[in-house]
């Protein structure tokens, strides 16, 4: 598992370990690990050209620490110091000694024959580099790049260089994983000691390029619990229900459908098709689409006489295309049993309801259903997706799946929210909800708890689209069909 710490929490770290260790030493592990980051990227070090764009703070310090490492094998190494008199001063010592230069307006503050000045020597050196090194502002930053720095930026992502963040791409928020303004986009972030929620999170996670975590020796300092949880292979392969020799059909669980009408009877089918691939021993189906369902899907238990005569099941799933059924939603939500609420669902189910529930909730809206539930934009969640999959989780008392390109899963009583990133840009088709939908209520109704039901299934689903596309648009029963697949790579990690 991959877990990510608040910048208050990283701090409060690294002061303890630094207390320990001679002065300086953590910010040398750290350029180190960063040096060799970039000396892999770079391929060939000596002869290559080193641009560094260091700020006031500690990541600069880094930046230059480690160009002085690159310049001693070879590199030509300039920076270009953004605020000159706040320079880490032994870092620019060290880069100095070592042969790097400094250009910009900085030059006249170090001297030196090789220095040069002017903002067209800036420009020139990032255009003509091989490697340019964010270390413009660390994971305190709030808000945008300024002007200064955002210029550097722009010309940064003009150049044919690679770009390498310092712990964070510069004009992110490392907290949130929101971008209010211009910030650096990177294609390799170094983050150093554990990963930043920032990275974890879109739009951010954009900005990061590939991450890649030094480790400095903080894992002894940080609390179990994180901010951010990302499962990987391993850990989702525990989760996964296994049947045992004395297992039968309703002891692995059953899990209701109630989903579909005559004007969506598809988005029933695609539900079905994810639940029969979840792990459930059995599907029932109530609503209006039961012939589509009986002839796609002949195993499924059909019934028309609504949830509280389908029979016994351990969990429900409710509402993709539902229409207008409101009356279905809310016999579903007294439910006592575990309930996911999807699609038109959400719309219609009433949110005292939903807190008053004593089972399990599990809401699965995209974007635009989140922001309509919490009367703001749709841009407004997408621009601040940690914020407000915990706003919702908390106002619902319910546990949360927000979906999008990054998948954030928040449970109702706080702590750590998960991320899943496994899926593919080719999942963003019609009806691939509706099989995450009856995937993760198949995993509810074996027994997985909400939090553990949404996180497997968004990764399950992620890999499948991924399986599923291969490079190509796909459908999603395509998705289904690839669930499967994603199940035995899993199971196969955990072994």
């Given at each position: ?36 980051a970039c000396a892999g990227l770079l391929g060939r070090v000596y002869g290559s050209r080193v641009v560094l764009l260091v700020g006031s703070g500690d990541n600069g310090g880094d930046a230059l620490y480690a160009g002085a490492r690159l310049a001693r094998r070879g590199a030509g190494v300039a920076a270009v110091l953004l605020a000159p008199e706040r320079a880490h001063a032994a870092g620019l010592a060290a880069l100095l000694r070592a042969g790097g230069r400094v250009v910009g307006a900085g030059a006249d503050t170090v001297g030196g024959a090789a220095a040069a000045a002017g903002v067209g020597a800036v420009e020139e050196a990032i255009l003509r580099a091989d490697l340019v090194v964010d270390g413009i502002v660390g994971i305190g930053g709030k808000g945008g790049l300024r002007p200064d720095a955002a210029q550097l ?343």
């Open positions: 598992m991959r877990t990510a710490y608040s910048v208050e929490t990283v701090r409060t770290a690294e002061r303890a370990l630094m207390a320990r260790l001679p002065e300086g030493a953590l910010m040398q592990r750290a350029a180190a690990g960063l040096a060799a930026a722009a010309c940064a992502a003009e150049s044919r260089a690679a770009v390498v963040a310092v712990d964070l791409p510069s004009g992110v928020d490392a907290d949130t994983g929101e971008v209010h303004g211009d910030a650096v986009r990177a294609d390799l972030t170094v983050t150093f000691g554990t990963h930043k929620p920032g990275l974890l999170i879109d739009p951010a996670r954009a900005y990061a390029g590939s991450v890649r975590l030094v480790d400095i020796g903080l894992d002894g300092e940080l609390p179990d619990e994180a901010a951010l949880e990302a499962l990987q292979h391993a850990d989702v392969a525990r989760l996964l229900p296994v049947p045992g020799a004395e297992s039968d059909k309703y002891r692995r669980g059953v899990v209701g459908i109630a989903a579909g009408s005559a004007r969506y009877p598809g988005a029933a089918v695609l539900a079905v098709s994810g639940a029969l691939r979840g792990g459930a021993g059995a599907v029932r189906y109530v609503g209006p689409a039961g012939d589509a369902v009986i002839s796609r899907f002949p195993e499924t238990l059909v019934s028309d006489r609504g949830p509280k005569h389908a029979g016994r099941v351990q969990a429900w799933v409710v509402g993709p295309g539902a229409g207008d059924d409101a009356s279905t939603v809310a016999e579903v939500l007294a439910c006592d049993v575990p309930v996911l609420v999807d699609a038109d669902g959400l719309r219609l189910a009433d949110r005292d309801a939903v807190r008053a529930r004593t089972a399990p909730t599990l809401m699965t809206p995209h974007a635009g259903e989140a922001a309509a539930l919490l009367g703001v934009s749709r841009e407004t969640v997408e621009g601040a997706r940690l914020t407000w999959v915990r706003e919702l989780a908390s106002r619902y008392g319910a546990t949360v799946l927000l979906k999008g390109s990054t998948t954030l899963i928040a449970d109702a009583r706080g702590g750590a929210v998960r991320v899943n990133a496994t899926g593919t840009p080719w999942l963003a088709t019609a009806g691939s909800g509706d099989v995450l939908s009856g995937l993760a209520g198949s995993l509810l109704a074996s027994g997985l708890s909400a939090l553990d039901a949404g996180s497997a299934a968004a990764y399950l689903h992620g890999l499948a689209g991924r399986y599923a596309a291969d490079g190509a648009p796909a459908g999603a029963h395509d998705v289904a069909a690839a669930i499967p697949e994603a199940w035995r790579d899993v199971r196969d990690a955990g072994h």
